[in-house]
């Protein structure tokens, strides 16, 4: 009995755990309870007769023996998904399924999803939106496109698209435009500042960049995503910061201004390839997103 398999749900519930280190984000990944994954790994533990994590503060931590089936679990599961990817797909005629957050998606890949098909005709691209829960090394995914700062993870073939840049970005509509567009960057510490939970550091690296102190800054409204920030700055409801790809239509069009300009970050847009995936589509890809952000840059 010894010698039998354990039960593979339960295998499957802990390699989640322990890749993710949480049991709530394998429960989260595996789209079942956080009791579920619980039970599961509680199976595992009797099946082998050892324990596979043990508390650690609030959370939890890996025993010897789950670091030495965690290695085992991840290379295999990671095997079992390459094999079933290549059985399923057929490159000729398979779409390439790219991820990217639906901010990115609404306001900078749908606009030039024309001229994507008109330059790249042969190029299936499949688009799928979500904010920070898309991972490239699951099944169902090709590619990421993705504002992340270095370093890459060793397990992508990382295509870096462009530097990020970000700034302030307002409405002639706003209120306080006329007051605002001649001021110094020092003006917006008396504006409640739009922002947004997803990325809490963006006002505080541009104010450092600035020369003003980041604790200065006053908040106002925030928004769960970009997208809808960005949709409250064109209202005329305040004073929001944007990577500058993001504006760039709302620019060209006076929806919105820019009055100081967009400074660079450590960050940059990135193509992520899982190297056990790679094919001539993504590289092709990424030679199509290099141009059309330097074209509109320029």
């Known amino acids: 009995m010894a010698q039998d398999l354990p ?9 989640a755990a322990a890749r993710l280190n949480s049991v709530s984000l394998a429960a989260e990944a595996l789209h079942v309870t956080h009791g579920a994954v619980s039970r599961q790994i509680k199976v595992l533990e009797e099946h082998l007769g050892v324990a596979l994590f043990v508390k650690d503060g609030r959370g939890i931590k890996l025993t010897d ?3 030495r089936l965690r290695d085992a679990s991840s290379d295999a599961f990671d095997r079992l998904r390459a094999v079933c990817a290549e059985l399923g797909r057929d490159v000729g005629e398979a779409p390439f399924v790219l991820g990217c957050s639906g901010s990115l998606l609404a306001r900078w890949f749908i606009p030039r999803l024309g001229r994507l098909k008109a330059d790249l005709p042969e190029l299936r691209l499949h688009l799928s939106a979500g904010e920070g829960d898309l991972d490239p090394r699951r099944p169902g995914l090709d590619a990421l496109l993705v504002y992340a700062e270095p370093p890459w993870p060793a397990d992508m073939q990382v295509h870096v698209l462009a530097e990020e840049r970000i700034g302030p970005v307002l409405s002639p509509h706003f209120a306080g435009f006329e007051r605002l567009r001649g001021a110094p960057a020092k003006a917006l510490l008396e504006e409640a500042l739009l922002h947004t939970t997803s990325r809490p ?10 020369g003003l102190d980041p604790a200065a800054l006053k908040y106002g409204q925030a928004f769960e995503h970009l997208y809808y920030l960005l949709e409250a700055a064109v209202a005329g409801l305040g004073v929001a910061i944007a990577p500058q790809p993001l504006v760039a239509d709302d620019l060209r069009a006076g929806r919105l201004t820019a009055p100081w300009g967009f400074s660079p970050t450590s960050a940059a847009l990135a193509l992520w390839v ?4 790679a094919d001539g589509r ?6 199509w997103l290099r141009r059309e952000l330097q074209r509109q840059a320029g």
């Open 7 to 15: 039960p593979l749900n339960a295998v499957r519930a802990f390699e």
């Open 65 to 67: 023996a789950g670091v």
């Open 201 to 210: 550091q963006a006002w505080p690296t541009w104010a450092g960049q600035q």
């Open 274 to 277: 899982p190297r056990r995936a």
């Open 282 to 287: 993504a590289e092709q890809l990424a030679d």
